[in-house]
Structure formats: structure tokens, C-alpha cells
């Protein structure tokens, strides 16, 4: 005989949950799902009402999941947030280009606004013109020095005030295991908050912090969601590969492994007297920085400068020239984004003043959208 679900004791199981190990039905485990973000998302106050949010949108099951549940979501809990796709082109054939052409087909399916930026735009350099200059060995490191900043130029162009990326619990606990491998105590007390503030201006999110990856996997098939699902070409990180085979060997054997990982990265703390690297602006690009010139830089430099390696190593970062030297390439400024989204903020302002409905005086509803500004629905 077929098993009922563990929670309404009414339909056919269909679904084990690794994180829980009930059986139940897919309406319950929608409803499980979309609920344990929800409370993840309030109990850690991520967004403020009227947040402008983007949604960093790969195309892949992770970024394509958060997108219908961040719609979802905000319309079922009335978040007030307005929110955009942000997609970063890497420039990598017969990888990116499908899978953008996924999040420009979700841009319809979920009616959100989508902006695409690409490396070639912001650095002059694709993915592909990148491998060929470097190799395949140590491009993943000039791909997510770049994408982290393309995603926080990307945001400003759209005058966002929060980003929120499709990380899941699965690539917490892998980047936790790595920094203490590594010992890389700085980047360990970062990796494990579920907020951070990026570039200084814009606030950066993990809403899927505590979704296991085997679970978002299920929610999109049962949900039937239109997502990419090939790797990328270029070969993978090696290092972020041993620690995620160690951690779904320990999945295995203990499948709250993945959560109990991050809870003691959670737990752990840096003793007070412990130095830690100090962030600056770049002095040529004023993207957040360690150094006097930021990682991306550095890599940008080493390209030009047909010395690739620059930058791939930590050692080396130190042979760049005059921080201050004219490059062929120059990124624009990031206080000049800045600026002009804070323009482009003004003149949204102004204009919503100008188009505001006069108030209502009749209007007895809770819920309203004349100029009491309450929320949707008032008729
Ligand atoms: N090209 C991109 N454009 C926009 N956002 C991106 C891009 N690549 C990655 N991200 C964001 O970073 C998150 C983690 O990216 P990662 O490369 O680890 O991919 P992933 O785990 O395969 O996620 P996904 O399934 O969404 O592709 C993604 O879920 C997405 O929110």
C-alpha cells in the first residue's frame, strides 16, 4: 500500500526529505519548502519594505528556484519588494549564451525586469578570450573575481539595495570546510552570514543558506521550472571540488552533516586580538579591497600586460606598476555608478511623487494601495 504523507496524512508520499527524513506529499512539501525560507528571510530581517532586489540569475536550478520563490513569496507575504533578474554574461559558448537564453525565457514566465550585464562590457576580456590567453588551469579565478564585482556594478546600474544569490546550504558548508582547510580565518567568518554588505553599498544575501541543494533539485522538477542544467566548459575548482566530494561522503552517512557544519562555522568565533585584513577602496577602480588595488585589477592588468599570472597568486599581486598607470582598459569608477544611481534614485522619487494618487479620504481598508500607501488591493 502506497505511503501517506507524514504531515497531512492524507495524500501519497512522494518526496523524502534528506534534511528531515519524513515522507510526504508534494503539496506539503511546497508548503515546507517555500515556509522554512520565508522564516529564514524574517528571522534574519533580510529585506526592508520597498527593497529594490535583484535576483543573480545564472539560469541554473539554484538562481531559477530563488526567482519563483522570491516572487512567490513576496506576493503570498506581501514583502512590498520590487524586484529585477540580474544576469552576468560571462562569455563562455555554448555555455552562457544557453543559459541566459533560460533566464531571458523566466524574465516572461515570472514577469520580471532583466538586465544582463557581460565581462566584455565591463572588462573588455569574455571567459573564452580568457582561457585563451591563461589556459584552463587558474580561469575559475579570474571568473569569480569578476563576476562578484560584475554582479555589485550590475546592481548599481539598477540602483538596487540588495542582491540575493541562489548559494544553498550545500555551498555554505563546502566554502566553511574549505577556509578551515585552508585556515583562512578572515574569509571563514564572512562565508557563514547569511548577509553581508559586498561592495559597502549594496547588500548581498543567501536566502537558500538552509535549503539543501537535493531539495531545491526536487522543488524544481515537482514544480516543473524551465532551468539550465549543464556544467560550465572550463574545468571546474578543484579545490571547492575535494571538500564538496568530502562533504556528500559525510551526507551519506549523516545527512544533517550539511547543517550541522554550519552551525559550528556559525558557532565559531575570531579571538578579539586576531588582526584581520582591513577593506579599503581600490585606488583605481574604488571597488572594495584589501589592497591597494583590488583583485580584478590586478587580473585585468596581468592580461593586458600578457603576464596572466599576475594576480593568480597573492605573491605576485605585489609586481603590479603604478596603481595610478592609464590601462587600456579602464573600469568605470565605482563611485561614478555610484552617483548615477543615486541620480536615477532622485528622479524615480520625483516622479512617483508627481504620479501619486491623491488620498482617498473614504478609504477604510488595511490593506491599500491609494496614497495611504498601505499595500495592495484597495479598490
Ligand atoms: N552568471 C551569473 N549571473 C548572475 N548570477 C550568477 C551567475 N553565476 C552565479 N550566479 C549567482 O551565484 C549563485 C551561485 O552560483 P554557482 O556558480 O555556485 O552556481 P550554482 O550552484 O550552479 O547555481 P545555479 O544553479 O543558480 O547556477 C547562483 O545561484 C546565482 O544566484
Known sequence: MPRQCDICHDARAIVRRPKTAQS?????????FETEVHNTIVSSRLFQRGDRVGIGASG????????????????????????????????????RDDSLETVKRNKEQYELPLLIVSYEQLYGWSMDSIVQAVGRKNNCTFCGVFRR??????????????????????????????????????????????????????????????????????????RRLDYFSTE????????????????????????SAILDIIHSGEAMHVAADVQLPTLDRCERCGYISSNKVCKACVLLEGLERGIPKLGVSRTNAKHIEDPTANRAVDLVHFETLRRDALELRRIRMENKQTTQPEPDASCQRSACSCACDNAADCS
Do not use: W
Open 24 to 32: 510526504i506529499c508534494k503539496e506539503c512539501f511546497f508548503h515546507v
Open 60 to 95: 541554473g536550478k539554484d538562481s531559477t528556484v530563488l526567482a519563483y520563490v522570491m516572487k512567490t513569496l513576496n506576493e503570498r507575504y506581501n514583502y512590498g519588494l520590487d524586484l529585477y533578474l540580474l544576469s552576468v554574461d560571462e562569455g563562455i559558448a555554448g555555455y
Open 149 to 222: 564585482q560584475a554582479l555589485d556594478r550590475g546592481a548599481l546600474m539598477l540602483d538596487l539595495d540588495h542582491i540575493v544569490t541562489g548559494h544553498n546550504a550545500d555551498d555554505v558548508a563546502e566554502t566553511i570546510l574549505m577556509n578551515i582547510f585552508r585556515g583562512d580565518i578572515s574569509r571563514l567568518g564572512r562565508c557563514t552570514e547569511i548577509a553581508t554588505t559586498g561592495d559597502g553599498y549594496v547588500v548581498r544575501s543567501k536566502p537558500f543558506k538552509y535549503a539543501y541543494e537535493k531539495e531545491i533539485v526536487m522543488y524544481a522538477y515537482l
Open 232 to 255: 560550465c566548459t572550463y574545468s571546474p575548482n578543484a579545490y571547492r571540488g575535494y571538500a564538496r566530494e568530502f562533504l556528500k561522503s559525510l551526507e551519506r552517512v549523516r545527512p
